[in-house]
């Protein structure tokens, strides 16, 4: 193996031609914050100020920046073979890339399907319950159900599903047959919860009334078990188990979109398993490949799976895929990711830190404009008090201050969302909240 070095992080000279996702465009250009180099649980700025990393890039990196395991894998893989098909056409590290994230995921849920992203493995979910409901003879059932606040990438079918306002204003009439279910924030009996709250496990009954409205028509339900990036909404007690129980009973299926809940970052594998309900199919990104190549994937129940797949006529049986599904590199990545997740033991480490990560996310409660704190898994939120006729403005200027304070944090609306990676120790725990709890205070002087 070639030793590479890395190229020198020049500062770039011109910021005009790349439109920023998500981004207020012209005020970062006005006053840019660079990221150059990454590792560990750090970032490094260009003039090489160290970054400690609070979000794990963008929920994504659960392994750590830089893992020397995942970049050699992908690097021996460019060299072997850098991209093959898989439309009527096979390369075996797709083939085994599935069979490892099948080995990871839920009992029965054993069959993958993969995408390049979050925003498509949503929409993947959602054609695959349409196809379904289909090929078993209910091709009434063509309404989708998401919920208020839910997020589920950009296409126009996780944005529809979704429950973003600002996310889907812009773009017209969206996608036809959708309907919502409440959200699960009621802060006015849930406020300042450790864990799972206690109360609202009958905001699922509303599929009741849901499925009242439409009759028969519905084909599935997708919520993100965990909402992280609405602003970190915990589902309460009961919540999850009484929305399975309504989709068993109505013949509706149940998706969970675990972008950020899968690979560990909750304290299992996936989400589903530590919150105790299994839906029948579930989405997965970010930390699939530790992201470092862009990959995503939806795996299916078995009875999914072979209905739409054994019950179809000889030919092609889902009209779906994209060019990159299970692309070779994005394979090698997704393997080597999977090992370490096994053999790190990364899900056991976010259990083992989750206490002490709570304690220190509770303990900023006293700090002025904080109205609510919420935490499960290497997972919390700090909710602050918007300024009045400025929403957002607080949250951002404590997200530049701990930037210039060396840690990275996300914010969203006035809600700090945290999710380091889950190779966190103690004392960056302890750097990232006393970063957080001195800005918060800095603001409020
Ligand atoms: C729950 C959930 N679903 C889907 C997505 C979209 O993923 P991507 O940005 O890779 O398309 C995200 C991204 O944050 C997410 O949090």
């Not at 072997?80 to 056409?89: E, K, L, S, W, Y």
């Not at 599903?161 to 309907?179: E, K, S, Y």
């Not at 997740?341 to 996310?361: I, N, T, V, W």
């Not at 997972?379 to 060396?406: N, S, W, Y």
């Amino acid at each position: 193996m070639n030793e590479i070095t890395p190229p020198p992080p020049l500062a770039p000279n011109d910021l005009s031609a790349f439109w920023m996702p998500f981004s207020a465009n012209r005020a970062y250009k006005s006053a840019p914050r660079m990221l150059a180099r990454a590792e560990g649980m750090s970032y490094f700025t260009p003039d090489g100020r160290e970054v400690i990393d609070g979000t794990a890039g963008l929920w994504c990196v659960n392994a750590g920046h830089g893992r020397r395991e995942i970049t050699e894998a992908i690097q021996r893989q460019a060299a072997v073979m850098d991209f093959a098909p898989t439309f009527n056409m096979g390369h075996p590290i797709a083939f085994q890339a599935a069979a490892k994230v099948a080995d990871m995921t839920p009992d029965g849920l054993d069959h993958v399907f993969f995408t390049n992203s979050g925003s498509e493995a949503a929409d993947t979910a959602l054609k695959v319950a349409l196809a379904y409901q289909r090929a078993r003879g209910q091709t009434q059932r063509v309404r989708l159900i998401g919920r208020e606040r839910g997020y589920h990438g950009v296409g126009f079918g996780g944005m529809s599903v979704g429950g973003i306002g600002a996310n889907r204003r812009q773009f017209g009439t969206l996608l036809p047959h959708v309907d919502h279910l409440p959200h699960t924030h009621a802060p006015e009996r849930n406020a300042f919860s450790r864990g799972l709250p206690e109360h609202g496990a009958h905001f699922a009954d509303a599929l009741e009334n849901l499925v009242a409205l439409h009759g028969d028509t519905i084909a599935a339900v997708m919520v993100e078990p965990l909402a992280g990036s609405t602003g970190v909404l915990i589902p309460p007690k009961g919540y999850l188990a009484r929305l399975r129980e309504l989709c068993d009973k109505h013949g509706i299926l149940l998706i969970f979109d675990e972008v950020i809940t899968g690979f560990g970052r909750l304290g299992t594998p996936f989400g589903a398993e530590r919150l105790g309900v299994i839906p029948d199919m579930l989405t997965m990104a970010k930390g699939l490949t530790n992201a470092a190549v862009p990959m995503g994937a939806v795996a299916v129940s078995d009875a999914i799976f072979t209905t739409i797949v054994e019950g179809a006529p000889a030919g092609i049986e889902f009209f779906h895929g994209y060019t990159y599904s299970g692309h070779p590199l994005a394979a090698a990545a997704a393997i080597a990711s999977v090992d370490l997740h096994r053999s790190e033991d990364l899900p056991g480490r976010a259990r083992a830190l989750e206490d002490y990560f709570a304690d220190a996310a509770h303990s900023l409660k006293s700090a002025p404009n904080v109205v609510d704190i919420r935490n499960f898994g290497l997972v919390a939120g700090i909710e602050l008090q918007p300024r009045r006729g400025k929403p957002t403005e607080r949250a951002m200027r404590i997200f530049h201050r701990c930037f210039d304070a060396g840690v990275l944090i996300r914010t969203t609306a006035d809600i700090i969302a945290l999710s380091p990676p889950l190779i966190a120790e103690r004392h960056h725990v302890d750097r990232i909240f006393g970063t957080i709890a001195e800005a918060i205070r800095a603001e409020a002087a």
